[in-house]
């Protein structure tokens, strides 16, 4: 069973704190995603990479900083927590040609700054 | 990739057939539709996708209107734990790198 896997599952951080939320998939998918989710405003695409070492903006970045060294593995960084950052984190692979399943999503990360 | 429009809510009685409709007036020749669905605090879920021809999986139907402007999907028997937010996509199916586009979604309650 294919899987994405993102490291946990509740998560509480204090304002200021270098936050790493860690997503890892085992479908040798070449693109990979991650989302933050708010009540009323839906899936935001934070960044995504279409390969080792490539990154790309999303529509929210700010805050944010993403790391993909190796294919399986896509990090999101949030350099200083803020309280405007708590949310749920969404990861999500997808292969070159998604026409067969499309996205994989994670269990999400649900991030509390406090 | 097109627009969606799908109804706000919508409740159906377990063990009777979901029907959720979506609209995709603008949809080109080469857009997928896709249909996600998210159970509360868990990560949306593929569910199904077609292009022109109806399909069938074992955890639905998705039926597409000749002129492709308009899709259902269907939970032929649905139960409680089918209550979750849907969400129906357009894409071109091998758009290098795009994302998907997630809007609000049918939030459906199946009801005892």
């Known amino acids: 069973d294919v899987k994405v896997t993102q490291s946990s599952r509740y998560l509480v951080k204090r304002t200021g704190e270098k936050v790493f939320l860690e997503c890892v998939q085992d479908?040798?998918?070449?693109?990979m995603f991650w989302y933050r989710q708010d009540p009323g405003l839906g899936l935001r695409l934070i960044y995504f990479?279409?390969?080792?070492?490539?990154?790309e903006k999303g529509d929210i970045p700010e805050g944010y900083s993403v790391s993909r060294e190796k294919k399986e593995r896509f990090s999101l960084i949030l350099e200083s927590a803020s309280t405007n950052q708590t949310s749920m984190y969404l990861c999500?692979?997808?292969?070159?040609?998604?026409?067969?399943?499309?996205?994989?999503f994670g269990s999400g990360t649900r991030l509390t700054v406090v | 990739d097109a627009k969606t429009t799908q109804p706000t809510s919508m409740d159906c009685a377990e063990g009777r057939a979901a029907n959720l409709p979506c609209n995709h007036s603008t949809i080109s020749g080469n857009e997928y539709v896709y249909w996600y669905r998210q159970i509360h605090s868990q990560g949306p879920q593929y569910i199904i996708h077609g292009l022109k021809n109806n399909e069938t999986n074992e955890m639905a139907s998705l039926i597409i209107t000749e002129d492709r402007k308009s899709s259902t999907l269907i939970l032929p028997h649905a139960t409680l734990r089918d209550t979750a937010v849907y969400y129906c996509i357009v894409r071109v199916g091998d758009n290098y790198g795009q994302n998907f586009v997630f809007g609000p979604g049918t939030r459906l309650s199946v009801l005892p």
């Open positions: 990479s279409y390969d080792v070492k490539m990154k």
């Open positions: 479908m040798d998918h070449e693109n």
């Open positions: 999500a692979s997808l292969p070159l040609n998604p026409g067969l399943y499309g996205y994989t």
